[in-house]
């Protein structure tokens, strides 16, 4: 496996699929935003490989949010859409708006939306679902039109009617227009969208909630979505996220998946984590950590 990288751009190869991780988002963030009891502090036993990548100086949290570009020999993939321009309404203020250049890079990537075949959004929350549409002439349209839009059945049931005025800002302005313009193809939990990428059901963060593994040549990753969020729950799976749906389910998930591709030559391709993003995990002692 083949990694190099370019500032909004970072490219890998899985036996023969072509893979970039195009940025849309990188900020600091406090652990208190996302884990239910964590602060700063509880970094230090695994600062020694945290930083100065994952953890900045001050013990934040960098947290990437990023598309997964594939390229197989049948399909070009987008997993996770990222946060999207000029959302409205959404649960952080600072992402109202909002105008990225998203769209830009990913041209860097070789890639135009009218070339997409398959999105497929690990889960529907806003930052995994933001430039899924677009909007043009005062309507959210699909940005990527020649794009089936892969829609869990079982996540959509869980969003559909939620009450929340931010979730359903997510819904009306991410989800439905998909439905409306009569692009989506309705999957289950486990899916193949052609003989080297498949979804696997990884439930607890949302009820419809999956990896994508990708298999090429011998070679295999896996992209996590929010599964974990941050490499730190590799040493410490039993951190809770205060998104998680199901937060005891989410723990046992995260944690069987550790355990299975420990010591493996599986490469683990984080929805979240900073460069270098793509790392492996590792047993030393007791502990389990990344090597990248």
Same mark, same amino acid.
């Given at each position: 496996?083949?990694?190099?990288?370019?500032?909004?751009?970072?490219?890998?190869?899985?036996?023969?699929?072509?893979?970039?991780?195009?940025l849309?988002s990188?900020?600091p963030?406090?652990p208190?935003?996302?884990?239910?009891?964590?602060?700063?502090?509880?970094?230090?036993p695994?600062?020694?490989?945290l930083?100065?990548?994952?953890v900045?100086?001050?013990?934040?949290?960098?947290?990437?949010?990023?598309?997964f570009?594939?390229?197989?020999?049948?399909?070009?993939?987008?997993?996770?859409?990222?946060i999207?321009?000029?959302?409205?309404?959404?649960?952080?203020?600072?992402?109202?708006?909002?105008?990225?250049?998203?769209?830009?890079?990913?041209?860097?990537?070789?890639?135009?939306?009218?070339?997409?075949?398959?999105?497929?959004?690990?889960?529907?929350?806003?930052?995994?679902?933001?430039?899924?549409?677009?909007?043009?002439?005062?309507?959210?349209?699909?940005?990527?039109?020649? #794009?089936?839009?892969?829609?869990?059945?079982?996540?959509?049931?869980?969003?559909?009617? *939620? +009450?929340n005025p931010?979730? @359903? &800002?997510?819904v009306?302005?991410?989800?439905?227009?998909i439905?409306?313009?009569g692009?989506?193809?309705?999957?289950?939990?486990?899916?193949?969208?052609?003989?080297?990428?498949?979804?696997?059901?990884?439930?607890?963060?949302?009820?419809?909630h999956?990896?994508?593994l990708?298999?090429?040549?011998?070679?295999? #990753?896996?992209?996590?979505?929010?599964?974990?969020?941050?490499?730190?729950q590799?040493a *410490? +799976?039993?951190w809770q996220? @205060? &998104?998680?749906?199901?937060?005891?389910?989410?723990?046992?998930t995260?944690?069987?998946?550790?355990?299975?591709?420990?010591?493996?030559?599986?490469?683990?391709?984080?929805?979240?984590?900073?460069?270098?993003?793509g790392?492996?995990?590792?047993?030393?002692?007791?502990?389990?950590?990344?090597?990248?």
């Amino acid at each position: 496996m083949s990694e190099s990288s370019l500032p909004s751009v970072q490219s890998f190869a899985i036996g023969n699929i072509q893979l970039a991780k195009v940025l849309d988002s990188l900020e600091p963030t406090s652990p208190r935003f996302l884990y239910v009891d964590k602060r700063k502090d509880d970094f230090d036993p695994h600062l020694e490989w945290l930083q100065p990548h994952f953890v900045d100086p001050e013990k934040r949290m960098l947290l990437s949010i990023h598309t997964f570009l594939i390229q197989t020999k049948h399909h070009t993939i987008l997993i996770d859409t990222c946060i999207g321009n000029e959302k409205q309404n959404l649960a952080f203020a600072q992402w109202n708006g909002r105008q990225g250049f998203y769209l830009r890079d990913l041209a860097a990537a070789s890639c135009a939306p009218e070339s997409v075949d398959y999105v497929f959004c690990t889960h529907m929350h806003l930052d995994h679902t933001g430039w899924s549409t677009r909007l043009q002439d005062g309507r959210w349209t699909p940005t990527f039109p020649n #794009a089936k839009y892969l829609f869990n059945k079982r996540e959509w049931e869980h969003w559909q009617n *939620e +009450p929340n005025p931010e979730d @359903q &800002a997510v819904v009306q302005q991410n989800i439905v227009p998909i439905i409306e313009a009569g692009q989506v193809e309705w999957v289950d939990n486990a899916w193949g969208i052609d003989d080297e990428v498949t979804l696997i059901p990884t439930p607890g963060h949302t009820p419809g909630h999956c990896r994508v593994l990708l298999r090429s040549n011998g070679q295999e #990753a896996v992209i996590t979505g929010d599964m974990m969020v941050h490499p730190v729950q590799i040493a *410490e +799976p039993q951190w809770q996220q @205060q &998104a998680d749906v199901d937060k005891a389910l989410a723990i046992e998930t995260r944690t069987q998946f550790i355990d299975q591709h420990c010591d493996s030559d599986t490469l683990i391709l984080g929805t979240h984590f900073n460069t270098a993003t793509g790392v492996h995990i590792v047993s030393k002692g007791e502990q389990k950590r990344i090597k990248q």
